[in-house]
């Protein structure tokens, strides 16, 4: 079992940054990742990134390479989204969740993900 909890939401000006934490009961095993997920009013919760918590390995949906960056830090066991150049069209609540995964690839539904925090409200104003 692991207990997720966030922190770091807010409300900034379109183009301004915020970072969101993650913070871990315990230190994920190797086979983990840790994924950020976002979920708009009325929309389905979509994947945002994930980093493989053995290799530090990154992944990232489209709409938010070049602007996010997802990173660990292993001695506090959080997971870290660094979120630039911030749109509109980012507001939603941001949830973080942990995936037990040894498959092909890496895990980018929301289905694959068995631990959840309670998510965290960005709000970005034009």
């Known amino acids: 079992q692991v207990q997720l909890v966030e922190s770091g939401g807010g409300l900034v000006q379109a183009g301004g940054s915020l970072r969101l934490s993650c913070a871990a009961s315990?230190?994920?095993?190797?086979?983990?990742?840790m994924g950020w997920f976002r979920q708009a009013p009325g929309k389905e919760r979509d994947f945002v990134a994930a980093?493989?918590?053995?290799?530090?390995?990154?992944y990232y949906t489209n709409a938010v390479k070049g602007r996010f960056t997802i990173s660990r830090d292993n001695p506090k066991n959080t997971v870290y989204l660094q979120m630039n150049s911030l749109k509109p069209e980012d507001t939603a609540v941001y949830y973080c969740?942990?995936?037990?995964?040894?498959?092909?690839?890496?895990?980018?539904?929301?289905?694959?993900?068995?631990?959840w925090g309670q998510g965290t409200q960005v709000t970005i104003s034009s």
């Open positions: 980093i493989n918590w053995n290799t530090a390995s990154e």
């Open positions: 315990r230190r994920p095993f190797s086979t983990y990742y």
């Open positions: 969740a942990a995936a037990y995964y040894i498959g092909v690839g890496y895990p980018s539904r929301a289905n694959e993900y068995a631990y």
